[in-house]
């Protein structure tokens, strides 16, 4: 899986890349329920907010990351 669902509110606001898709400093890690430790770490290929999404809103604060390895990562497993 590369895709991530998250709120919008955690990635609405950059730095983005020059092309204003990609979190340029950001990552996700996926696997755990520890933000410290754990899981793998991956980078973030693009972004998508709900086009609804209004700062300070929780109505339509949602969002997709499309997400690639960042280095060797391990097989994850969905937390449920």
């Known amino acids: 899986p ?3 669902l998250t709120a919008a509110h955690c990635v609405a606001k950059g ?5 204003g898709r990609v ?6 890690r996926v696997g755990t ?4 430790q754990g899981g793998g ?4 290929e693009a972004v998508v907010v709900h086009q ?4 300070g809103s929780q109505k ?5 990351l499309r997400i690639a390895p960042k280095r060797t990562a391990i097989a994850q497993k969905p937390i449920l």
Not at 33 to 36: K, S
Not at 52 to 55: E, H, Q
């Open 23 to 28: 979190l340029a400093t950001r990552e996700v």
């Open 2 to 4: 590369n895709t991530v």
């Open 41 to 44: 770490i991956y980078r973030i």
């Open 33 to 36: 329920q520890d933000l410290t």
């Open 60 to 64: 339509d604060d949602i969002a997709l």
């Open 15 to 19: 730095p983005f890349t020059e092309n």
């Open 52 to 55: 609804g999404y209004k700062p």
